[in-house]
């Protein structure tokens, strides 16, 4: 079994790639695991930071989640703005915080 088999993939990251009206996702399942890998990754690596700074800036977790989005989305990107909100619902569930209404509105 290859490892990409091993890793599962959660529904609300597979639908960022599947087109509107679609059912097959835009990208190979190879690729689409590495982009999981970096996005679970950098959910796990910002909930110190995203602790931290709400403690040390006395700010609600709504404000530390939009300064987190605003940050992966500054170049250079790293990720896709689906995947950095996808990020941020992630960081959201780590720590155990509410989502903003904002994090679950649809896209344009």
Known sequence: MSEESQIHLPPSFMALFVPPGKVKPSIGQREMAQRYELCEDLANLLTEQAA???FQLGITEDLVLERCLQGLLTEPVV??????????????????????????????
Not at 79 to 84: C, F, H, R, S
Request: with cysteine; net charge negative; aromatic share 10%.
């Open 79 to 108: 990720v896709q703005a689906p995947e950095a909100r996808w990020v941020i619902c992630r960081l959201a569930e780590l720590l155990q915080w509410a989502l903003p209404e904002w994090a679950t509105a649809p896209t344009a």
């Open 52 to 54: 931290n700074m709400q």
